[in-house]
């Protein structure tokens, strides 16, 4: 091998072959290899995958509420059926009467709202 | 003998709604430049059964992508684009798989090619396509692009992505990488 070879001295023509009849073929042989196209065209969204941007929307929306939960704290309770809380009830019930005797005290001419109420 | 081949006729029918004139448009293009396209690839990848493989894959990525061209490209340009892209991918996947670095991928390669029933160059090509070989994958193909097929640098800057200038230097490189390569017993 000549140890100094350059590039132009190199000839340009085509080092490769193909079989036999390859180019007569070849056309023929890609357009045969094509998938069907259509199909990608044709293809409908399965329920599932319609279904996903709800079901995270959904999800998201849950997250976002029990995160409010965890963080603030749950909404006071007015449930009344708790004794606690009947009595709390009663307290301010009392007070409200009390302020009204007070009022009708100090103003006895005004109307007397609570002269039939029993307590 | 191909046959005429009127890119905005070709185009027209292949962006049309009818599927058969659209087939009838892709066989055209298959026919012009499948020829073309696989000497391109064959020069990259050097043996003929990747090439042929590369080549069917080259185009039915253009089949299934063909809505995509819009011309604002020769249409030859965007075919070369994804055979050398094809090309690069399968080089890099092929050194990975059989985990070599550039300089064991030469020595891989060139003793395919020395073997192969379809290179009948003489000794200095041999040597060439060595020489070519320790190039990396890109500036194989700005190489190739340039050498052999004679592109003009504005052609090859719209299919590799790279500026003009950058491609002139990377050429530059190519050939003084190759001809000290070829210096060397």
């Known amino acids: ?119 | 003998m191909k046959q005429l081949f009127n890119e905005t006729e070709i185009l027209k029918d292949l962006h049309s709604e009818d599927p058969l004139l659209q087939r009838k448009a892709f066989e055209q293009i298959v026919n012009f430049f499948s020829e073309r396209l696989y000497w391109q690839i064959r020069k990259m990848v050097l043996s003929h059964d990747d090439a042929n493989d590369l080549l069917q894959n080259t185009f039915i990525k253009v089949w299934m992508n063909m809505e995509l061209f819009r011309g604002e490209s020769k249409l030859s340009t965007w075919l070369y684009k994804i055979a050398v892209n094809e090309s690069i991918t399968f080089l890099n996947k092929q050194r990975q798989q059989n985990n070599l670095s550039l300089d064991n991928e030469n020595v891989f390669v060139a003793a395919k090619l020395e073997a192969d029933e379809y290179f009948d160059g003489d000794a200095a090509q041999l040597k060439l396509q060595k020489a070519i070989l320790t190039l990396p994958e890109k500036q194989r193909a700005v190489f190739n692009l340039r050498y052999f097929e004679e592109m003009p640098y504005e052609e090859m800057s719209e299919i590799t992505g790279t500026s003009a200038g950058a491609l002139k230097a990377s050429y530059h490189h190519a050939t003084k990488k190759i001809e000290d390569f070829l210096n060397r017993d």
């Not at chain 1, 290899?33 to 849950?62: C, D, G, H």
């Open chain 1, 1 to 119: 091998m000549n140890s100094a070879l350059k590039l132009e001295e190199i000839k340009k023509t085509n080092p490769f072959k193909v079989p036999e009849g390859y180019f007569e073929n070849l056309t023929t042989h890609i357009l045969s290899q094509l998938p069907e196209k259509n199909e990608k065209e044709i293809r409908t969204p399965s329920l599932w995958e319609r279904m996903q941007p709800w079901v995270y929307m959904a999800a998201m929306f849950t997250g976002i509420m029990l995160m409010v939960r965890l963080f603030v704290g749950s909404p006071p309770n007015l449930d009344l059926n708790s004794s606690a809380d009947i009595e709390a009830f009663y307290q301010y019930y009392e007070e409200q009467l009390t302020g009204n005797l007070y009022h009708e005290t100090l103003f006895p001419d005004d109307t007397a709202l609570l002269e039939d109420d029993e307590y």
